[in-house]
């Protein structure tokens, strides 16, 4: 009912710059917060940085100053722009969208999740 589709992974210098997109597309009445959270091989999924529908944001302290989370409401959609990329940004980015979606006028919760997008940042 739900999709979110992600975009702008790849392979990047250390140093240099990407952007992530994620659409959402669907049975959706309205999508409250919206972020991206990574999992590098090995390790658990993090929150990497979170917006609420109103603006506000939340980000790890390992990307504060470098990455800046971004959501335009009329395209259901949330962009990561990261500059300053490290090795250690090298993981797996998995959007995430907490939707209210309408089916035959009932409205309920829904936390939908993106594919994934493979960042790699080499040294």
């Known amino acids: 009912q739900v999709q979110l589709v992600e975009s702008g992974g790849g392979l990047v210098q250390a140093g240099g710059s990407l952007r992530l997109s994620c659409a959402a597309s669907?049975?959706?009445?309205?999508?409250?917060?919206m972020g991206w959270y990574r999992q590098a091989p090995g390790k658990q999924r993090e929150l990497v940085a979170r917006i609420t529908s109103g603006g506000s944001t939340n980000y790890a302290d390992s990307v504060k100053g470098r990455f800046t989370i971004s959501r335009d409401n009329a395209k259901n959609t949330v962009y990561l722009q990261m500059n300053s990329l490290k090795p250690e940004d090298t993981a797996v980015y998995y959007c995430?969208?907490?939707?209210?979606?309408?089916?035959?006028?009932?409205?309920?919760?829904?936390?939908?999740w993106g594919q994934g997008t493979q960042v790699t940042v080499s040294s």
């Open positions: 669907g049975s959706i009445f309205s999508i409250n917060a």
């Open positions: 995430n969208a907490d939707v209210v979606v309408t089916t035959l006028h009932q409205y309920y919760d829904y936390d939908a």
